[in-house]
């Protein structure tokens, strides 16, 4: 009896050092097998309630500085025809006249 409580303590003493030096390999292979659960655990209606729909932001315009669509309502407009992206753009064109 004896004899076998010792060679379960070595065992476990292994078993621990083991999983001590593989512990990062451990937990990278449970973190991908929750990841699969997660993944084969959503239905359809949890996926679809999660993608937005896309914004209508209105029509698309160009940047009259680097050439970058952006919706006409979020546009610096300056002029009736003449259209900036962001701020810098503005700057850096009115700086270049």
């Not at 060679?7 to 292994?14: D, E, K």
């Not at 078993?15 to 959503?42: C, D, H, N, P, S």
């Not at 029509?59 to 300056?78: D, N, Q, Y």
Request: charged share 20%; hydrophobic share 45%; with cysteine.
């Amino acid at each position: 009896m004896r004899e076998a409580l010792i060679i379960l303590a070595v065992l476990l003493v292994l078993l621990a050092l083991t999983a001590f030096k593989y512990r990062k390999q451990i937990a990278a292979v449970i973190g991908f097998g929750r990841m699969i659960r997660e993944a084969t655990k959503g239905n359809s209606a949890d996926r679809q309630s999660r993608i937005s729909e896309p914004v209508n932001s209105g029509k698309l315009v160009s940047c009259t500085k680097c050439g970058t669509w952006v919706p006409e309502g979020r546009a610096i407009k300056f002029g009736a025809t003449t259209f900036f992206c962001t701020d810098a753009c503005l700057q850096s064109s009115i700086k270049s006249v």
